[in-house]
């Protein structure tokens, strides 16, 4: 059988994920070639930018972490290349959307349990809940109040991860009632304010940060202190966009193609 023939095959990539020559190889920061297993079918994923590998991660519960993607649409969480998911919505949190996302995704899954409105005795069952139905860790918004970041903590045995948005933000008063992780989002200040968390927290408290979806920004936010960063993807509306263009132009070149239950039909074919 020839090589073409495989449904599933092994191919040399560069680092931007495209096929490389035959004198050309694909070489880790170690200087080791990396075979890529790929699927005719599912090629087409959400890739995280290279950049983001340049960062040291953190090892949460066994498994290092460098990149989290920061969505709740299913099909993404099926398709991507990212080590783990960041789950937050801008609704109260739902058990029946936390296991969804968590029974969905073949990564661990950090999962939203209040901090503006919801907040207090339930913020603390979510958290419980999303340990009890496989969450890696728990994130709370900016707003959440101090004392129930420690109940939380108290309660359960997963990581909390408290988010950090402004300079003001009392980050260190998060970290004295159990924060494991800071998660900073601070738009376009994102690493000025890592910068400045980093001073005052020293060298190994760890640090998540949004990082944009440009490699110097993201490499900004690595050297500013960040370990790990969060990466947001186009939407399946913008990426069906563009495949909806394509198949428009294609359509457009063969006055023969019609479109027949949702499938592209050559004309004579279907006669």
């Known amino acids: ?25 694909q070489i880790s920061k170690r200087g080791k070639y990396i075979p890529e297993i790929k699927s005719v079918l599912r090629n087409k994923i959400i890739r995280v930018p290279e950049a983001v590998y340049k960062c040291s991660g953190i090892s949460i519960l066994g498994t290092r972490i460098k990149s989290l993607l920061f969505t709740t649409d299913i099909a993404l969480l099926k398709n991507h290349n990212a080590n783990s998911v960041i789950a937050v919505y801008p609704f109260t949190p739902q058990l029946s ?79 004295e009632a159990g924060t494991k992780i800071l998660n900073v989002s601070g738009g376009k200040h994102t690493a000025e304010l890592v910068r400045q968390i980093r001073r005052d927290v020293g060298s190994k408290f760890p640090i998540i940060a949004t ?49 027949v239950n949702g499938n592209i039909q050559d004309q004579e074919e279907k006669e």
């Open 1 to 25: 059988m020839k090589e073409k023939d495989n449904k599933i095959f092994v191919e040399k990539m560069n680092i931007h994920g495209k096929v490389v020559g035959p004198d050309e190889e």
């Open 97 to 175: 959307i936390m296991q969804a996302i968590i029974h969905n995704a073949s990564v661990p899954v950090f999962t939203g349990v209040g901090g503006g409105l919801t907040t207090g005795p339930r913020a603390v069952n979510l958290a419980m809940q999303a340990e009890l139905l496989g969450a890696y860790g728990v994130v709370v918004n900016a707003p959440m109040k101090h004392d129930v970041i420690k109940q939380i903590t108290d309660a359960i045995d997963i990581p909390l991860i408290a988010s950090v948005v402004s300079m003001e933000d009392d980050y260190m008063g998060k970290i």
């Open 211 to 259: 990082g944009g979806n440009r490699d110097e920004l993201i490499l900004e936010t690595i050297e500013a202190g960040a370990n790990a960063i969060t990466y947001t993807p186009p939407t399946s509306a913008e990426m069906f966009n563009e495949i909806m263009r394509i198949y428009r132009t294609k359509m457009g070149d063969y006055d023969t193609v019609s479109f």
